[in-house]
């Protein structure tokens, strides 16, 4: 497994940007991280990843519970919202995914911009709900050496390996809505 982004390929490092940001911020050192392909995922972990729709739906119907979302931190600037997050379980709000998001508002209807502001429901949802026309785009996945940070947040030990992938929502039109790291509990 890989130590830092300098180890891995340009391409992974720059889908990893939103997580990599949180981390330098809070100067913490990133995970071990290694590329993994969708078929070299275990099971379980391959049908929550490997898909092209939304993670909050994905985890929604997983877990038969409706998600939200705790945000961890947060940096905006003008029309562009980095977050780090974790999707919790309404019925228990037990952790489902810890992700790191950058969220190009520009496009966006304004009361939806406003929710994605106010940072309780998942990106996932309000484009459900604001009938957004998007496409989820998988453009890598991952296997991640659950860190301290990682193992609080997500109830996950520490040094055990779990997954993850990183995605681009696009619109209609093919512009970019939000790239997202998305790291699933090593249980799940």
Do not use: W
Request: glycine share 4%.
């Amino acid at each position: 497994m890989q130590d830092t982004l300098n180890d891995i390929s340009d391409e992974l490092c720059s889908f990893l940007m939103p997580l990599d940001f949180f981390y330098s911020k809070k100067k913490f050192k990133l995970p071990k991280i290694a590329p993994v392909t969708g078929s070299d995922l275990p099971e379980t972990k391959r049908k929550l990843l490997a898909h092209k729709t939304d993670m909050t739906s994905t985890l929604t119907n997983h877990h038969g519970s409706d998600l939200y979302i705790e945000v961890l931190d947060n940096e905006l600037n003008e029309n562009y919202l980095l977050r780090m997050v974790v999707l919790k379980k309404l019925f228990d709000s037990k952790p489902v995914e810890f992700g790191a998001i950058g969220i190009d508002l520009s496009k966006l209807d304004k009361l939806m911009v406003e929710e994605i502001k106010e940072g309780t429901k998942p990106l996932g949802k309000l484009l459900e709900l604001y009938n957004v026309k998007y496409a989820s785009n998988p453009r890598a996945y991952f296997q991640i050496e659950i860190d301290e940070y990682i193992s609080k947040i997500l109830d996950s030990p520490i040094n055990e390996i779990s997954f993850g992938r990183c995605n681009e929502i696009t619109d209609s039109e093919g512009f970019t809505i939000a790239d997202i790291v998305e790291v699933l509990p090593h249980s799940n």
